[in-house]
T-cell receptor, first 115, second 115 residues
Framework: DGGITQSPKYLFRKEGQNVTLSCEQN?????MYWYRQDPGQGLRLIYY???????QKGDIAEGYSVSREKKESFPLTVTSAQKNPTAFYLC??????????????FGPGTRLTVL | AQKITQTQPGMFVQEKEAVTLDCTYD???????LFWYKQPSSGEMIFLIY??????QNATEGRYSLNFQKARKSANLVISASQLGDSAMYFC????????????FGSGTKLNVKP
C-alpha cells in the first residue's frame, strides 16, 4: 500500500534536546512538506521540498531543520532553539508537477511533547 | 495577509440536516486549486473535495459539494444529510501551483453534529 509513514506517533523529549521526526513516502512524490499544528489551530508550514537536495523555509522555520537526501525521506529535526516545540507535526507530499492539482497526502502525524 | 479565511471557529448542526462551512481565499494568480480536508480527533487529515480555478461547475463528492463563487473568492463546503461521524475539524486549503507549489490552510471550523 502506498502512503506516508511518520514515526514515532508520540514523542517525549526533555528541554534542551534535539529530536528528529521521521517521514517516509512510497508514493514517488517529488514534493514533501512539514506542518505544525497547535491545539485547535490550523496548519502552519515549517519547511517544504520540491526535489531531492533542495528545500525552502516555510512560515515558521526558526528552530527547525530538514534534509532531503532521498526522494522518499524528509526528516525534520526540532532543535533546542525552538522555544515552544510541543505540538502535533504533520508530514505531507504531493506529486509536485506543475500544473498538477493533486491534493496533499498526509501522514498520521507525530505528537511531540517537551517535558 | 491571510490567504485562507475561515470565519466560523465552531458550528453545530442537527443530524440529517445540511450545513455550510465558509471559506474565502486571497490570490492574484489565475490558476489555483481549492481543497477541503476533514480532521477527526485522531489527527489524520482526510481529503474531501477539490475545485480548480478553471472549473466551471461546482465540485461534488457524495454528500460533499463545494459552492465555488470565483468573483467573490469563496469556496464554501456544503455537507448534506449530516451524520454523527461528520463531527470533526474541517480545513479549507488553497494551492498555488506556480508559487513553489505551496499550500495554504485556514484556521479550521469545528463541526459538531447533534443527534
Amino acid at each position: 500500500d502506498g502512503g506516508i509513514t511518520q514515526s514515532p506517533k508520540y514523542l517525549f523529549r526533555k528541554e534542551g534536546q534535539n529530536v528528529t521526526l521521521s517521514c517516509e513516502q512510497n508514493l514517488n512524490h517529488d514534493a514533501m512538506y512539514w506542518y505544525r499544528q497547535d491545539p485547535g489551530q490550523g496548519l502552519r508550514l515549517i519547511y517544504y521540498s520540491q526535489i531531492v537536495n533542495d528545500f525552502q523555509k516555510g512560515d515558521i522555520a526558526e528552530g527547525y531543520s530538514v534534509s532531503r537526501e532521498k526522494k522518499e525521506s524528509f526528516p525534520l529535526t526540532v532543535t533546542s532553539a525552538q522555544k515552544n516545540p510541543t505540538a502535533f507535526y504533520l508530514c505531507a507530499s504531493n506529486p509536485g508537477q506543475v500544473p498538477s492539482y493533486n491534493e496533499q497526502f498526509f501522514g498520521p502525524g507525530t505528537r511531540l511533547t517537551v517535558l | 495577509a491571510q490567504k485562507i479565511t475561515q470565519t466560523q471557529p465552531g458550528m453545530f448542526v442537527q443530524e440529517k440536516e445540511a450545513v455550510t462551512l465558509d471559506c474565502t481565499y486571497d490570490t492574484s494568480d489565475q490558476s489555483y486549486g481549492l481543497f477541503w480536508y476533514k480532521q477527526p480527533s485522531s489527527g489524520e487529515m482526510i481529503f474531501l473535495i477539490y475545485q480548480g480555478s478553471y472549473d466551471e461547475q461546482n465540485a461534488t463528492e457524495g454528500r460533499y459539494s463545494l459552492n465555488f463563487q470565483k468573483a467573490r473568492k469563496s469556496a464554501n463546503l456544503v455537507i448534506s444529510a449530516s451524520q454523527l461521524g461528520d463531527s470533526a475539524m474541517y480545513f479549507c486549503a488553497m494551492r498555488e501551483p506556480y508559487n513553489f507549489n505551496k499550500f495554504y490552510f485556514g484556521s479550521g471550523t469545528k463541526l459538531n453534529v447533534k443527534p
